[in-house]
């Protein structure tokens, strides 16, 4: 244990799980379209996975089929430094942007891509600088 048995326990971060119908397409969408690494696959073939860009880690869950598409509903929020390249990055590379570029009342600068699965991930900015969370 870290700390002391005064100390409240520290969470460290939330990762987003991703279902998945098809783990190679999954796969190939956020190494080859999304510029993530695998850091780890579980499965023979494999069927999950640990994707890693930069400070963000998503899951792909393929063990227990699709998920139910929720059209403007986000399975995963990414905070971003450099907003405005990264849709570039992504439009260059083929990505669909579900959701152009916009500024929200709360302070954010958003897009959002919806993978092969009908999952949105909204890749977020700070419009002030400052990470808020």
């Given amino acids: 244990m870290t700390g002391t048995e005064s100390e409240p326990p520290a969470l460290q971060r939330a990762t987003p799980v991703l279902k998945s119908g098809d783990?190679?397409?999954?796969?190939?969408?956020?190494?080859?379209?999304?510029?993530?690494?695998?850091?780890?696959?579980?499965?023979?073939?494999?069927?999950?996975?640990i994707f890693q860009r930069g400070k963000s880690v998503i899951f792909v869950d393929a063990w227990h089929g699709a998920p139910t598409p929720l059209p403007e509903v986000w399975e995963a929020y990414v905070h971003v430094a450099g907003l405005k390249q990264l849709c570039a990055e992504f439009e260059a590379a083929?990505?669909?942007i579900t959701r152009p570029i916009e500024e929200t009342v709360y302070g954010m600068r958003e897009f959002e891509v919806t993978d092969p699965d009908g999952n949105v991930i909204c890749f977020g900015e700070d419009m002030d600088g400052d990470e808020k969370v």
């Fill in 23 to 49: 783990y190679p397409r999954s796969r190939a969408f956020f190494v080859e379209k999304l510029g993530y690494r695998v850091v780890e696959e579980g499965g023979d073939p494999p069927r999950f996975g």
């Fill in 94 to 96: 083929g990505v669909d």
